[in-house]
């Protein structure tokens, strides 16, 4: 059974950074696509970030220049990285894993206060 569990989310002053963790269980990441979406109060989820298995990201234009996504696949483990938050960066944060199926954690919660 694949499990994904996010970590690191918390409260934050504008400016500031968070680092999340995913740590997948269950399967090995290595030849999977993760990704990081975030979904605002009363709003979609949305897509944030995209790593390949080749190690290619992509991200939304709202976050380029702050955001970095990375993996770890010794760790079986993705991060994002993310600097100089803005209150509009609130949101629960969903990590993704695209290999035969698609596979969603539980979120967790990122709140940036002006």
């Known amino acids: 059974q694949v499990q994904l569990v996010e970590s690191g989310g918390g409260l934050v002053q504008a400016g500031g950074s968070l680092r999340l963790s995913c740590a997948a269980s269950g399967t090995v990441i290595a030849r999977s696509g993760l990704l990081w979406y975030r979904q605002a109060p009363g709003g979609q989820r949305k897509w944030v970030a995209t790593i390949t298995s080749e190690g290619s990201r992509a991200y939304t234009d709202s976050v380029k220049g702050r955001f970095s996504i990375s993996r770890d696949n010794e760790k079986n483990t993705v991060y994002l990285q993310m600097n100089s938050l803005k209150p509009e960066d609130t949101a629960v944060y969903y990590c993704?894993?695209?290999?035969?199926?698609?596979?969603w954690g539980q979120g967790t919660q990122v709140t940036v206060s002006i």
């Open positions: 993704k894993l695209e290999s035969d199926r698609w596979y």
